[in-house]
Nanobody
Framework: EVQLVESGGGSLQPGASLTLSCAAAGFTFSTSIMSWVRQAPGKEIEWLSSINGGGNVPNYADSVKVRFTISRDNAKNSLYLKLNSLKPEDTAMYYC???????????????????WGQGTPVTVSS
């Protein structure tokens, strides 16, 4: 059974940093492209970043490429997302997903990714 379990979310003030983690199980993690996706309250899902199996080719949405960093540790079957300079508009549920960057036609289609975690919440407010 494929399992993705996110952790590390919390409530923070603007400007703070946070690292989210995702523990993967039930599939060959080291050869899987992985992504982080978020959904803000009342909004569509938003793809944030993907990374290839080797961990050396990251991709980012323009909205976060300066502030967020994706990484992975295949020895630990784990995916990470470092969030810097957090803003109130970063408030959302953050999901670890199996799959890469979606084409425009699938940008808000959850079915593009073959597995989802339960999410970890991030709240940014002063």
């Amino acid at each position: 059974e494929v399992q993705l379990v996110e952790s590390g979310g919390g409530s923070l003030q603007p400007g703070a940093s946070l690292t989210l983690s995702c523990a993967a199980a039930g599939f060959t993690f080291s050869t899987s492209i992985m992504s982080w996706v978020r959904q803000a309250p009342g909004k569509e899902i938003e793809w944030l970043s993907s990374i290839n199996g080797g961990g050396n080719v990251p991709n980012y949405a323009d909205s976060v490429k300066v502030r967020f960093t994706i990484s992975r540790d295949n020895a630990k079957n784990s995916l990470y997302l470092k969030l810097n300079s957090l803003k109130p508009e970063d408030t959302a549920m953050y999901y670890c997903t199996r799959g890469g960057r979606p084409p425009t036609s699938f940008a808000t289609d959850r079915s593009w990714w073959t597995a989802w975690g339960q999410g970890t919440p991030v709240t940014v407010s002063s």
